[in-house]
Each structure stands twice: as C-alpha cells, then as structure tokens.
C-alpha cells in the first residue's frame, strides 16, 4: 500500500510563503497524476492543484498564480510552493493520487498551514 507523508506545513502571515513536500513510499508518483487537497475547519477536503505524470498542472482559481505544483519522480516527490498566502488557505493539505477525488482511499495525516492576518 502507498504510504503519503506531507510535511512543510507551519504558521506564516499573510503575503507569505510555505513550500509543502509530499514524499511516497513507492514510484507511483512517476505513473499517476497526484493532487493537492486541502481541508478547512468545518468544510469538504478540496482539491486544490493537479500534477500530471509529465509535468502538467491545473489549480483551483482561488490558488492559480499564488501556487504551483512540481514533481521529482526521482525522489518520489511532489511539492507545492505556496506563495501570497492569504487566511483562506488555512487549512490541513494532503496529497493523493487523483482520483480520490472520487474514489475512496487511504490518506496521510496532512500538514497544517495556518495564515495569520
């Protein structure tokens, strides 16, 4: 089983930058396209950016242009640069593969980002 570890969560101010880095216990990075989701207090986990397998993304609207999605498959790795950071990103932010978006699947434990106004 794929085992997902976010980390790089933290307290920042708004206009500020965090950068998020998921690691996988195994190449499936390299073979899937994954996504950034995130979770506020009290709402649905979104999804809030994609990365394919050859390097293409997609964000929400509420994120394009403040944040941007990479990949090393190399090191089985993904990240998020979050920049501009606003106190509706506040939130817990996981990674998974796509489509558990849809489909049920098992899910790490997240890292908290919290922005401060």
């Known amino acids: 089983q794929v085992q997902l570890a976010e980390s790089g969560g933290g307290l920042v101010q708004a206009g500020g930058s965090l950068r998020l880095s998921c690691a996988a216990s195994r190449s499936i990075l390299s073979v899937n396209s994954m996504g950034w989701y995130r979770q506020a207090p009290g709402k649905q986990r979104e999804l809030v950016a994609r990365i394919d397998s050859d390097g293409t993304t997609a964000y929400v609207d509420s994120v394009k242009g403040r944040f941007t999605a990479s990949r090393d498959n190399g090191k089985n790795t993904i990240y998020l640069q979050m920049n501009s950071l606003k106190p509706e990103d506040t939130a817990v932010y996981y990674c998974?593969?796509?489509?558990?978006?849809?489909?049920?699947?098992?899910w790490g434990q997240g890292t908290q980002v919290t922005v401060s106004s």
């Open positions: 998974n593969r796509l489509q558990c978006q849809l489909l049920p699947c098992p």
